[in-house]
């Protein structure tokens, strides 16, 4: 059974700085990883999706590394602004022939102070 | 290409009551994915939709249940409601389950 972790469970950053956002997952035989945004009562927008045979994705200032021997991925955030604020969820499908049944972290608080 | 919907956004139900949920999926997208997301937390699996059938279950009760259609839209029906069922209910659909998932709104269900 997959388990997804996150720690820690809130953040706060001065505008500009980098975020460093972590996610450990248990089954190292992983299909993919997914990084979402949630902004508070929202729902979820998918933000980088990485396969089990990549190790990074990038999209604009975001970088999402992925080594499964450690059982870790890492959401990079570069120069931060206030908008970046938000609940950031990384979320691992069950296995390879579970489809995108997701299990989720409990996710990381992100407040980034102008 | 639309994106996900759900409907409705907000919903106030009494304790014992039934509800349901209502998710169109992404255009082009045949599975659909049911969470549940209670105040603070990461959301949790309740159930999977492909093509018409149930593809998989969390652990939920039977009292949770759901439907999928032939053009792919989905619905979550939960019976004698408890005040622990408040919670966001997200809907997220794929192609096939093999790729990203992209999600709907959530409907906020609030259980007095």
């Known amino acids: 059974k997959q388990e997804v972790t996150q720690i820690p469970a809130a953040l706060s950053v001065p505008e500009g700085e980098n975020l460093v956002l972590n996610c450990s997952f248990t089954?190292?035989?992983?299909?993919?990883l997914q990084w979402f945004r949630q902004d508070p009562g929202k729902g979820l927008t998918s933000l980088l999706l990485?396969?089990?045979?990549?190790r990074e994705q990038t999209s604009g200032r975001l970088n999402a590394s992925l080594d499964k021997s450690s059982g870790r991925s890492t959401l990079y955030i570069a120069a931060s602004q206030p908008g970046d604020s938000a609940t950031y969820l990384c979320?691992?499908?069950?296995?390879?022939?579970?489809?995108?049944?997701?299990?989720f972290g409990g996710g990381t608080r992100v407040l980034v102070k102008p | 290409e639309t994106g996900v919907t759900q409907s409705p956004t907000h919903l106030i139900k009494t304790r014992g009551q039934q509800v349901t949920l209502r998710c169109s999926s992404q255009?082009?997208?045949?599975?659909v994915s049911w969470y549940q997301q209670a105040l603070g937390q990461g959301p949790q699996f309740i159930f999977q939709?492909?093509?018409?059938?149930?593809?998989g279950r969390g652990n939920f009760p039977p009292r949770f249940s759901g439907l999928q259609f032939p053009n792919y839209s989905s619905e979550l029906n939960v019976n004698a409601l408890e005040l622990d069922d408040s919670a966001l209910y997200l809907c997220?659909?794929?192609?096939?389950?093999?790729?990203?998932?992209?999600f709907g709104q959530g409907t906020r269900l609030t259980v007095v």
């Open positions: 939709y492909y093509r018409e059938e149930e593809n």
């Open positions: 089954d190292s035989a992983i299909y993919n």
């Open positions: 979320a691992a499908p069950w296995g390879k022939a579970a489809g995108n049944k997701l299990t």
């Open positions: 997220a659909s794929s192609l096939g389950g093999q790729l990203e998932a992209f």
């Open positions: 990485i396969q089990s045979s990549q």
């Open positions: 255009s082009g997208h045949n599975t």
